[in-house]
């Protein structure tokens, strides 16, 4: 299978600080604001990108860093997509990430990997070292957390739903409301409501190429009502949740070692 054809795959690695997804991104250059390190390489080296209000530029990779918003398209309609959560990494590997535009070699390298990730009939089970050194060719270092602040993140991870308050999160970790959440800027470059928003905006690829009720997923996933979900989802994805679920029909899905995918729900 040619590199091409292989990012031409629908295919989904998704881990608790990992995510790799290939296959349609769709041509419409919406924004988009996600708020993990992306690395974005296409097919046939027909990337156009847009960062900020800055203007579009044909690239053969590119990398943006969290929560900075961005617009994208390739001429084949393919994309190749690395997720790379920042509080699992240090700043000096999201630096050198972002500091300076990458080269053809690690465009190269995630095709080669994407092929192989194309031939494997289940590419579950995967570390977050084994995923960085498929796609990166070596692992990151890992980020050293304030204790407190790690165990509000294991919180969130394992439940994204409303429900985990940052007063909730803040009474679990014995601290003041008003002092986690300057606890939890500090350490993650990010707010918490931000950080929750995108948690569970990740939570629904999930559900991507499943046929139950957009609306039962929202109430799932702790969504107040499907218009807020879906402005959510098109906040972060750049599309609504209908045409997600349009484009990974035939996605397949594998889940890594330290992360279980919500149940599907039975439909009506």
């Not at 974005?40 to 990779?61: K, M, S, T």
């Not at 939570?203 to 218009?227: C, I, K, Q, W």
Request: proline share 5%.
């Amino acid at each position: 299978m040619s590199h091409y054809d292989a990012i031409r795959q629908n295919c989904m690695m998704i881990g608790r600080d990992r995510i790799y997804y290939c296959g349609l991104v769709g041509n419409s250059m919406h924004r988009r604001e996600l708020g993990a390190v992306a690395v974005y390489v296409a097919p046939n080296r027909d990337l156009e990108i847009a960062q900020g209000a800055g203007p579009a530029r044909r690239v053969d990779v590119a990398v943006v860093t969290p929560y900075t918003p961005h617009r994208l398209r390739t001429a084949s309609g393919s994309i190749a997509c690395l997720l790379i959560e920042p509080e699992s990494i240090t700043q000096q590997e999201i630096g050198a990430l972002t500091a300076t535009p990458p080269g053809p070699d690690i465009a190269d390298r995630i095709r080669r990997a994407a092929g192989s990730v194309a031939a494997m009939e289940d590419a579950g089970g995967f570390s977050t070292s084994e995923f960085d050194r498929l796609f990166f060719g070596r692992a990151f270092g890992r980020r050293e957390l304030e204790p407190r602040i790690a165990r509000a993140l294991d919180l969130l991870h394992d439940d994204p739903e409303e429900a985990v308050s940052a007063e909730a999160c803040a009474a679990a970790v014995d601290l003041s409301t008003s002092r986690f959440l300057h606890l939890f800027k500090e350490t993650t470059q990010t707010s918490f409501r931000s950080h929750r928003m995108w948690r569970r905006a990740r939570r629904f690829m999930d559900h991507a190429n499943r046929e139950t009720s957009l609306t039962d997923v929202a109430l799932d996933l702790g969504y107040p009502d499907s218009s807020h979900f879906s402005h959510s989802i098109r906040r972060v994805f750049g599309l609504q949740p209908r045409f997600i679920r349009m484009g990974s029909r035939r996605l397949r899905v594998f889940a890594g070692s330290d992360y279980r995918l919500q149940p599907a729900m039975a439909l009506n």
